[in-house]
């Protein structure tokens, strides 16, 4: 399984950035995905997810109402739409194959990809 990310940037508070993550090695219209990051000295946190069919998305509170998921099952791409970043987005930001949970939460496998960095200034 490879997960490449790309998109990320630095940018200006206020800003918008499209990330992309492109899936290979995984049958990617079949699996839940998600988005993460990364913080200095903080733990990796969820982003957002999205199931196989592109149906149902799911966000931490610190992104709704600004960042998109969403994906492509056909290009085998997943991306994520942020408007109005912030300062304390700032993270690398990682792209996630895993699954949705009974309840509907995104639970992460352990394929990953590489990272992208988010910078935004304020």
């Known amino acids: 399984v490879q997960l490449v990310e790309s998109g990320g940037g630095l940018v200006q508070t206020g800003g918008s950035l499209r990330l992309s993550c492109a899936a290979s090695g995984i049958t990617f219209s079949s699996v839940a995905m998600g988005w993460y990051r990364q913080a200095p000295g903080k733990q990796r946190e969820l982003v957002a997810g999205i199931n196989s069919e592109g149906t149902s998305t799911s966000y931490a509170d610190s992104a709704k109402g600004r960042f998109t998921i969403s994906r492509d099952n056909h290009q085998n791409t997943m991306y994520l739409q942020m408007n109005n970043l912030k300062p304390e987005d700032t993270a690398v930001y990682f792209c996630?194959?895993?699954?949705?949970?009974?309840?509907?939460?995104?639970?992460?496998?352990?394929?990953w990809g590489q990272g992208t960095q988010v910078t935004v200034q304020s």
């Open positions: 996630n194959a895993g699954r949705v949970g009974i309840s509907g939460d995104y639970q992460p496998r352990n394929f």
